[in-house]
Nanobody
Framework: QVQPVESGGGLVQAGDSLRLSCAAT????????VGWFRQPPGKEREFVAA????????FYKDNIKDRFIISRNNAKNTVYLQMNSLQPEDTAVYYCAAQLVTKTLYSPTRHALYDYWGPGTQVTVSN
């Protein structure tokens, strides 16, 4: 089974950029949609962005597409989340997850339907 592993989190200032990476260990991401979710302190986990590995179709949380960009590198078996103009409200643990696209019940935006999760990486944005 595929195992996502995140990296690239850290402490930045408001207005800075950060790029998160999600690498697949074990099998490749082929046949999966790979999603990024985040969980701010004391809040529910929320969808950020996702990408269909085979076709490259991106999905974004409303109002985030103008700052965040999801992409993939097939050769490196890695999905990236480029985050620009970061704000304190972007502070959260960011998780990468993979969901088989052939499932009967499938949705790129619903975290409960994702099959495999990484341990998460902390992103902290200070004023």
């Amino acid at each position: 089974q595929v195992q996502p592993v995140e990296s690239g989190g850290g402490l930045v200032q408001a207005g800075d950029s950060l790029r998160l990476s999600c690498a697949a260990t074990g099998p490749t991401f082929s046949g999966y949609t790979v999603g990024w979710f985040r969980q701010p302190p004391g809040k529910e986990r929320e969808f950020v962005a996702a990408i269909n590995w085979n076709f490259g179709d991106p999905f974004y949380k409303d109002n985030i597409k103008d700052r965040f960009i999801i992409s993939r590198n097939n050769a490196k078996n890695t999905v990236y989340l480029q985050m620009n103009s970061l704000q304190p409200e972007d502070t959260a643990v960011y998780y990468c997850a993979a969901q088989l696209v052939t499932k009967t019940l499938y949705s790129p935006t619903r975290h409960a339907l994702y099959d495999y999760w990484g341990p998460g990486t902390q992103v902290t944005v200070s004023n």
